[in-house]
């Protein structure tokens, strides 16, 4: 190989590169973005009480006190993420989740056709309203061995919101408990 023809291809080969870093710096130029002000979401802090030894537990409200709180309105707007793969509709079919219509004093593990974890059917009993708040504070807590992936809701007013809500997804809803 001549001095030539290897002055040809180190020249081909640099200025592909040259070219290519070219490219890189007008791209960069033409589709940047301004700084983030803040970067990335704040993630739900651990266990805020959890620094006091559960303390923050203690101080809730009993679920009667935060029931008479509740906004129905706003129990249903937090399910927003509940419809991905539950429905509340009456008759509305299993998703990922079951039905949630009529939750309340159903037995758990009862959708004939849905595929319920064994740790939920060996619960037994039914859906009462402390076992539906302690289930969406923490439902690997609740079951161990459940199968639905949600972390749990651990602000208990949103927790007697949702609960409100469920407790009117009925032809004849329960009453609330009182004290």
Excluded at 29 to 39: E, G, M, N, T
Excluded at 65 to 74: F, S
Excluded at 142 to 167: N, W
């Amino acid at each position: 190989m001549s001095s030539f023809e290897f002055n040809k291809l180190s020249g081909g080969f640099f200025g592909a590169l040259l070219f290519a870093m070219v490219l890189v710096t007008i791209s960069n130029f033409i589709f940047a973005h301004p700084p983030l002000a803040k970067p990335g979401y704040d993630l739900p802090a651990a266990a805020e009480g959890g620094e006091s030894g559960g303390g923050a537990e203690a101080a809730v409200a009993p679920l009667p006190e935060r029931l008479a709180k509740a906004d129905v309105k706003k129990g249903e707007a937090d399910t927003k993420p509940c419809q991905a793969c539950h429905t509340f509709e009456k008759g509305g079919a299993a998703k990922v989740g079951p039905p949630l219509w009529g939750i309340v004093d159903r037995a758990k593990g009862s959708i004939a056709g849905f595929s319920y974890s064994d740790a939920l059917k060996a619960k037994g009993g039914e859906w009462t309203y402390d076992d539906l708040d302690a289930f969406i504070t923490s439902p690997k807590s609740f079951v161990s061995g459940t199968k639905m992936a949600f972390g749990g809701e651990k602000d208990p007013q949103k927790r007697a919101d949702l609960i409100d809500y469920l407790h009117t997804l009925s032809d004849e809803p329960k009453p609330l408990p009182t004290k």
